[in-house]
């Protein structure tokens, strides 16, 4: 199973990436995560990306790709794979579409977790008082600018999958479990 997994910041993406991952022995593939661990490793990749993302705007293309390309091609992501947060703009599903002819596969799904703007934001401040780690970019004005820019830079992608037939629209208002049921029954019926 080769997925993309789209949804505003605050949808639960990451929640739901480990347990598709789990439910179908897939590796979770989260740029955000590989992004934000060259940000800790202080390399000068990682101080040009802290500096981007500290500002909420994206991390551009060529190096987003490098990642991609590098993670695509492990042996764990041969039988399949979840993409979290890539692409996350047109130019970028184009870019994934030439790796994934490069590497001889194409994508079964996109599902994409769909939240009002207002329960992203109550998500993320409940993250912030729960968490004991708190991300640099958790504030509400940053958490605003990434929305803004997912609205801007992301949700046309939603039509292009949409065109492909590929997108799969899941509420991802509900609880954790009731949201991965959703996500169950839509890769229950891509698979067939």
């Known amino acids: 199973m080769r997925l993309v997994l789209l949804g505003p910041p605050g949808a639960g993406k990451g929640t739901q990436a480990a347990r598709i991952s789990a439910a179908w022995g897939i590796p979770h593939i989260s740029t955000g995560e590989m992004l934000r661990e060259a940000v800790a490793a ?61 590497l001889g596969v194409r994508l079964d799904a996109v599902l994409l977790l769909e939240i009002p703007e207002e329960v992203a934001v109550e998500r993320m401040q409940t993250r912030r008082r729960q968490s004991e780690t708190v991300r640099d970019d958790d504030t509400v004005e940053t958490f605003r600018e990434r929305l803004r820019v997912y609205a801007e830079k992301t949700a046309p992608l939603i039509e292009v999958y949409e065109k492909r037939g590929l997108l799969r629209r899941i509420d991802g208002s509900g609880t954790i479990d009731e949201v991965f049921a959703k996500i169950r029954q839509a890769l229950e019926e891509v698979t067939g």
């Open 42 to 102: 202080g390399t000068e990749l990682g101080r040009r990306v802290g500096e981007v993302m500290a500002r909420g705007h994206l991390v551009p293309d060529e190096l987003v790709g490098r990642v991609v390309v590098e993670r695509l091609s492990r042996p764990d992501a041969r039988s399949g794979f979840l993409l979290d947060g890539f692409p996350r703009t047109v130019a970028q599903t184009e870019l994934l579409d030439r790796i994934l002819a490069d």
